[in-house]
């Protein structure tokens, strides 16, 4: 008998395939339509396991809707602009272009072979001309419909790179890159008006009843709606212009127990003193080498420094506070300008303690306590407390009941008005890069900023540039940057900015509908296609990502891009977890550690010397810890099928799985058992019997729960249903005709995880074309219904043995089973029993 060989059957069957066009995504009215898309991956040069578990997972779906009827679409691009690129070019030489695909080239060469049911014919890159030109069409109408604008904001910039930052590439104060000190500096840059659709975006959430509850939580909490008053203090002595400060608050009912007032150091009021004052201009400058984050905000050493400035408390004209330019207030979140209440803000008290203010009691534990000490008291809002200072009086209430009694109180005398806000700031797409998609506007001293010609699009990157200069390539190309105004023809110049990579990644799903149109997209493709029935992606992507996404459907249906269908963009999200490894390390000389591949370690020690390894605990792959496995390798070793077969018979796939060599060697011993027992059932040749009956109701059962399995995302329990069904058709003694029709439909059942073996297994069993086009099987009800339980024996109370009787049998007759059981009736040793119970449908008991 021949041996299962995936070296030779794997590439086989994926010809068959592409002769097939088997995956090839095609609009049918007249079928149901499925789209099934996982976060497409930046073209790093290599796959991981990572790379393979979700591919799987999503080709697992896509596969099992194909043969339930569905016209499915699944396809496969690549988010192909960015800084790695660029700084690739920096540091090697050569061009971020041939960087960026060459690697895909590797990565696409990779991929293939794990046969994954994607239709290519739709793929592309996002730095292709053809996408970003479709993506700068979209930028100019979004400006006409006023969704985009362009304002002065204030940016981490990196003097070295000469680039603004995102705020999670400012580590300790540098920038990630060059090291250099990142200043707060502001710049003219493009905005996305995000912050309009907050209230719809934040509502929209809870219709997402097929996401993960964590991920709409982290969305809920990133937009951050929340409910306050904004008033205004009048000021003393303050220059002329600034009369007043205007404060947003969440907590109104603290305001009785103010102590300070403090402004940004980007409040135009602080500007206004650094132009004036050097001291203030010297302490701003401090403050600006802080990030932007207001993580960074928060971890910075709280400083301030008192303007001279005060405010009058609204409430008594007598009650002057300070005002302070402070380092931890962020200019773009309310008004940048704060009332500190020390007795019940952490981070007011530290201030207030630092510069000598005053600490105000407003409300205390509802059963009563001392005064603040060293630790702000800070309760839950719906945490009761008693009010000291409140506005209806000392009573106990909750804070939630507190603000809007607040809020009420301050409307009434005149003081502020209550406002919803949300901490969802407008996206701002300005990148200083060149390895971008180019903003499509033109700088023009006549006609000031005007958006170029569509029928002029794309606007391409120049090949010819140059990394040898820090800064943007775009600034210091002439013949690129200045051109005529689209407009009135006069001599201009290019916005040289780039759009935030984030902008490509937000509407690659609806240009997979559609990807070689000439428009951004296609009505009838997208109104057939959208919208994505299953995503799946790292819970990594599960705040900035997913709402760009959101925001760029609604902006493209308001455009025309999209139908208003498909304003949420995905209908159903799973975020799914890690592969992890052990990770081996030794030390140098001086103590250092020194990581090493999984390939060069063998029995706990280095394959080449023989030196021990310290083993540490599973962990996320990682190239800088080494603990990475090649799924080429694995692949090679042995077969596509194993690698799919482990990552997905484990663990569920939201949990991390452990990649371990064992693992892999069984899985790859479990695959070729099913191939041999296929095997031997197309050589095998014996009649009917009364076992075809067992086997079959087995089979209908496994049908319904690897179904339920796959359509719950509960991939391991499909996986250990098969493993179940594939001991019950070694071991039955049906006929050859009912196990080969057993061993088909093990086929169909195996082929979304394991395609290429699946594929062998029914073309040896006789079975029509292709199983990957063969229909997926249908469960007979009338064969899931039990004719027979399983009673559990008792015997004093402990669980002995069982018997298993039709559900219909007389009590008399299942007494009359129970005593004769071999187990039963070697303790009673020929005596009767003190009491028999029988609990119907449930359990027997003995008691002796």
Same mark, same amino acid.
């Given at each position: 008998?021949?041996?299962?060989?995936?070296?030779?059957?794997?590439?086989?069957?994926?010809?068959?395939?592409?002769?097939?066009q088997?995956?090839?995504?095609?609009?049918?009215?007249?079928?149901?339509?499925?789209?099934?898309?996982?976060?497409?991956p930046?073209?790093?040069?290599?796959?991981?396991?990572?790379?393979?578990?979700?591919?799987?997972?999503?080709?697992v779906?896509?596969?099992?809707k194909?043969?339930?009827?569905?016209?499915?679409?699944?396809?496969?691009g690549?988010?192909?602009?960015?800084?790695?690129?660029?700084?690739?070019?920096?540091?090697?030489?050569?061009?971020?272009?041939?960087?960026?695909?060459?690697?895909?080239?590797?990565?696409?060469?990779?991929?293939?072979?794990?046969?994954?049911?994607?239709?290519?014919?739709?793929?592309?890159?996002?730095?292709?001309?053809?996408?970003?030109g479709?993506?700068?069409?979209?930028?100019?109408?979004?400006?006409?419909?006023?969704?985009?604008?362009?304002?002065?904001?204030?940016?981490?910039?990196?003097?070295?790179?000469?680039?603004?930052?995102?705020?999670?590439?400012?580590?300790?104060?540098?920038?990630?890159?060059?090291?250099?000190?990142?200043?707060?500096?502001?710049?003219?840059?493009?905005?996305?008006?995000?912050?309009?659709?907050?209230?719809?975006?934040?509502?929209?959430?809870?219709?997402?009843?097929?996401?993960?509850?964590?991920?709409?939580?982290?969305?809920?909490?990133?937009?951050?709606?929340?409910?306050?008053?904004?008033?205004?203090?009048?000021?003393?002595?303050?220059?002329?212009?600034?009369?007043?400060?205007?404060?947003?608050?969440?907590?109104?009912?603290?305001?009785?127990g103010?102590?300070?007032?403090?402004?940004?150091?980007?409040?135009?009021?602080?500007?206004?003193?650094?132009r004036?004052?050097?001291?203030?201009?010297?302490?701003?400058?401090?403050?600006?080498?802080?990030?932007?984050?207001?993580?960074?905000?928060?971890?910075?050493?709280?400083?301030?420094?008192?303007?001279?400035?005060?405010?009058?408390?609204?409430?008594?004209?007598?009650? %002057?506070?300070?005002? #302070? @330019?402070?380092? &931890?207030?962020?200019?773009?979140?309310? !008004? $940048?300008?704060?009332?500190?209440?020390? =007795?019940?803000?952490?981070?007011?008290?530290?201030?207030?303690?630092?510069?000598?203010?005053?600490?105000?009691?407003?409300?205390?534990?509802?059963?009563?306590?001392?005064?603040?000490?060293?630790?702000a008291?800070v309760?839950l809002?719906? %945490?009761?407390?008693? #009010? @000291?200072?409140? &506005?209806?009086?000392?009573?106990?209430? !909750? $804070?939630?009941?507190?603000?809007?009694? =607040?809020?009420?109180?301050?409307?009434?005398?005149?003081?502020?008005?209550?406002?919803?806000?949300?901490?969802?700031?407008?996206?701002?797409?300005s990148?200083?890069?060149?390895?971008?998609c180019?903003?499509?506007?033109?700088?023009?001293?006549s006609?000031?900023?005007?958006?170029?010609?569509?029928?002029?699009?794309?606007?391409?990157?120049?090949?010819?540039?140059?990394?040898?200069?820090?800064?943007?390539?775009?600034?210091?190309?002439?013949?690129?940057?200045?051109?005529?105004?689209?407009?009135?023809?006069?001599?201009?110049?290019?916005?040289?900015?780039?759009?935030?990579?984030?902008?490509?990644?937000?509407?690659?799903?609806?240009?997979?509908?559609?990807?070689?149109?000439?428009?951004?997209?296609?009505?009838?493709?997208?109104?057939?296609?959208?919208?994505?029935?299953?995503?799946?992606?790292?819970?990594?992507?599960?705040?900035?990502?997913?709402?760009?996404?959101?925001?760029?459907?609604?902006?493209?249906a308001?455009?025309?891009?999209?139908?208003?269908?498909?304003?949420?963009?995905?209908?159903?999200l799973?975020?799914?977890?890690?592969?992890?490894?052990?990770?081996?390390?030794?030390?140098?000389?001086?103590?250092?550690?020194?990581?090493?591949?999984?390939?060069?370690?063998?029995?706990?020690?280095?394959?080449?010397?023989?030196?021990?390894?310290?083993?540490?605990?599973?962990?996320?792959?990682?190239?800088?810890?080494?603990?990475?496995?090649?799924?080429?390798?694995i692949?090679?070793?042995?077969?596509?099928?194993?690698?799919?077969?482990?990552?997905?018979?484990?663990?569920?796939?939201?949990?991390?799985v452990?990649?371990?060599?064992?693992?892999?060697?069984a899985?790859?011993?479990?695959?070729?058992?099913?191939?041999?027992?296929?095997?031997?059932i197309?050589?095998?040749d014996t009649?009917?019997?009364?076992?075809?009956?067992?086997?079959?109701?087995?089979?209908?059962?496994?049908?319904?729960?690897?179904?339920?399995?796959?359509?719950?995302?509960?991939?391991?329990?499909?996986?250990?249903?098969?493993?179940?069904?594939?001991?019950?058709?070694?071991?039955?003694?049906?006929?050859?005709?009912?196990?080969?029709?057993?061993?088909?439909?093990?086929?169909?059942?195996?082929a979304?995880?394991?395609?290429?073996l699946?594929?062998?297994?029914?073309?040896?069993?006789?079975?029509?074309?292709?199983?990957?086009?063969?229909?997926?099987?249908?469960?007979?009800?009338?064969?899931?219904v039990?004719?027979?339980?399983?009673?559990?024996?008792?015997?004093?109370?402990?669980?002995?043995?069982?018997?298993?009787?039709?559900?219909?049998?007389?009590?008399?007759?299942?007494?009359?089973?129970?005593?004769?059981?071999?187990?039963?009736?070697?303790?009673?040793?020929?005596?009767?029993?003190?009491?028999?119970?029988?609990?119907?449908?449930?359990?027997?008991?003995?008691?002796?």
């Amino acid at each position: 008998m021949q041996r299962y060989d995936p070296r030779t059957l794997e590439p086989k069957w994926q010809a068959a395939w592409e002769e097939a066009q088997v995956f090839r995504a095609r609009r049918d009215p007249a079928r149901p339509k499925y789209y099934v898309l996982e976060m497409f991956p930046y073209p790093s040069g290599r796959i991981h396991m990572g790379h393979v578990r979700n591919y799987t997972m999503g080709d697992v779906v896509a596969r099992q809707k194909a043969a339930a009827g569905f016209a499915v679409l699944h396809p496969m691009g690549w988010d192909a602009f960015g800084m790695p690129a660029e700084n690739a070019a920096m540091e090697r030489g050569g061009h971020p272009k041939d960087w960026t695909y060459g690697n895909i080239a590797d990565m696409r060469a990779q991929m293939k072979p794990l046969g994954l049911s994607i239709d290519w014919s739709r793929e592309f890159a996002t730095c292709d001309p053809e996408y970003y030109g479709q993506q700068q069409a979209m930028f100019i109408d979004m400006l006409e419909a006023g969704l985009v604008y362009r304002k002065n904001a204030v940016v981490n910039w990196d003097p070295v790179d000469m680039t603004v930052l995102a705020n999670e590439q400012v580590i300790d104060g540098k920038g990630w890159r060059s090291g250099a000190e990142v200043e707060r500096r502001e710049l003219t840059q493009w905005f996305f008006r995000i912050s309009d659709y907050s209230a719809e975006l934040l509502a929209a959430l809870d219709g997402l009843k097929d996401w993960p509850e964590k991920v709409r939580l982290m969305q809920k909490n990133w937009i951050g709606q929340s409910r306050g008053l904004q008033f205004a203090f009048s000021t003393v002595d303050a220059p002329e212009g600034f009369e007043r400060l205007d404060v947003y608050t969440t907590r109104p009912d603290t305001l009785m127990g103010a102590s300070f007032a403090a402004i940004s150091p980007d409040h135009p009021l602080a500007k206004h003193l650094e132009r004036h004052d050097q001291d203030v201009a010297s302490f701003v400058a401090e403050c600006r080498k802080i990030g932007t984050s207001e993580e960074a905000l928060e971890k910075a050493e709280k400083r301030g420094m008192d303007t001279g400035i005060r405010v009058r408390h609204p409430f008594d004209n007598a009650w %002057e506070l300070p005002v #302070y @330019i402070a380092n &931890f207030i962020l200019m773009d979140y309310g !008004t $940048g300008a704060i009332f500190g209440c020390p =007795a019940h803000d952490q981070r007011d008290l530290d201030f207030a303690r630092k510069y000598g203010l005053p600490v105000l009691d407003v409300f205390e534990p509802a059963e009563g306590g001392a005064p603040v000490a060293d630790e702000a008291f800070v309760p839950l809002k719906t %945490e009761p407390v008693r #009010y @000291i200072r409140g &506005f209806a009086g000392d009573e106990i209430q !909750t $804070g939630e009941t507190a603000v809007e009694t =607040a809020i009420a109180f301050c409307e009434e005398h005149g003081v502020g008005h209550g406002v919803t806000n949300y901490r969802l700031r407008d996206w701002g797409i300005s990148r200083q890069r060149y390895w971008g998609c180019p903003i499509p506007v033109v700088h023009c001293d006549s006609c000031g900023v005007v958006p170029e010609r569509k029928e002029n699009l794309p606007i391409r990157l120049p090949d010819d540039v140059t990394f040898d200069v820090p800064g943007n390539p775009l600034d210091r190309h002439p013949t690129w940057r200045d051109c005529a105004c689209p407009k009135c023809g006069a001599p201009a110049r290019r916005e040289t900015d780039t759009m935030d990579t984030f902008v490509d990644s937000s509407w690659y799903y609806a240009r997979f509908t559609s990807p070689h149109a000439a428009t951004p997209t296609e009505a009838a493709e997208a109104d057939y296609w959208m919208n994505v029935d299953q995503y799946i992606g790292g819970v990594e992507h599960a705040i900035l990502h997913l709402l760009y996404s959101r925001f760029f459907a609604r902006a493209m249906a308001r455009t025309g891009h999209l139908p208003q269908k498909a304003i949420e963009p995905f209908n159903a999200l799973f975020t799914q977890g890690m592969v992890t490894h052990e990770i081996y390390m030794t030390r140098d000389e001086a103590g250092r550690p020194v990581y090493h591949l999984p390939e060069d370690v063998e029995g706990g020690k280095l394959k080449a010397t023989g030196e021990a390894v310290e083993i540490i605990p599973s962990a996320k792959m990682s190239k800088s810890k080494k603990n990475v496995v090649d799924p080429v390798s694995i692949i090679e070793a042995f077969g596509a099928d194993t690698a799919r077969w482990f990552v997905l018979s484990d663990s569920p796939p939201e949990r991390d799985v452990e990649w371990t060599s064992a693992g892999a060697e069984a899985a790859a011993k479990h695959l070729g058992r099913v191939w041999r027992i296929a095997a031997e059932i197309a050589e095998s040749d014996t009649a009917p019997n009364d076992q075809d009956a067992a086997l079959k109701k087995a089979t209908h059962k496994a049908i319904h729960e690897v179904t339920q399995g796959i359509e719950g995302f509960a991939f391991n329990k499909a996986v250990a249903k098969l493993y179940e069904l594939t001991n019950t058709i070694q071991k039955s003694a049906a006929g050859t005709a009912a196990r080969r029709d057993a061993m088909r439909i093990l086929a169909q059942l195996s082929a979304p995880m394991v395609p290429h073996l699946a594929e062998d297994i029914w073309a040896m069993l006789g079975g029509e074309g292709l199983v990957a086009q063969a229909p997926w099987p249908k469960a007979d009800p009338a064969l899931l219904v039990d004719d027979t339980m399983v009673l559990p024996i008792q015997i004093n109370g402990k669980r002995r043995s069982e018997i298993e009787v039709p559900k219909d049998m007389p009590q008399a007759e299942i007494e009359r089973l129970a005593l004769a059981d071999e187990t039963v009736a070697k303790v009673l040793a020929g005596a009767a029993p003190k009491k028999l119970i029988v609990v119907p449908g449930r359990i027997i008991n003995v008691v002796v």
